[in-house]
């Protein structure tokens, strides 16, 4: 199973879930506080999961693998903020941090 897809679409949800006006005040420590760098942080990483799909499985096969992957990492996202709201939105970084070495192999 493509990892580095879903961490980095876990790591893009994250990001963008920090930037709302509604986890603002679990955002405010850590790297990216400015809600404009996380927005852009997190649309660049969801890009880049999607261009680690097409790369990993081709244009056809790739698009049905991010949606997928990106759903999933989704789900995992709320599921986790339901319950521990500020590990979730925290453990962006150790996402992008994993899926980088995974995405040259």
């Not at 990001?15 to 852009?40: D, E």
């Not at 244009?59 to 991010?66: K, N």
């Amino acid at each position: 199973m493509p990892l580095e897809i879903a961490c980095l679409g876990y790591a893009g949800l994250a990001s963008l879930a920090r930037a709302s006006q509604r986890h603002r005040h679990i955002a405010s420590r850590g790297p990216l506080t400015s809600p404009l760098s996380a927005r852009i942080t997190g649309w660049a990483l969801i890009v880049a999961s999607c261009i680690a799909a097409f790369m990993r499985f081709g244009p056809f096969q790739g698009s049905v693998a991010w949606i997928g992957l990106l759903s999933l990492s989704g789900i995992l996202l709320v599921l986790a903020m339901s319950r521990w709201p500020d590990r979730a939105l925290q453990a962006w970084l150790p996402a992008l941090i994993v899926s980088l070495p995974l995405a040259f192999f």
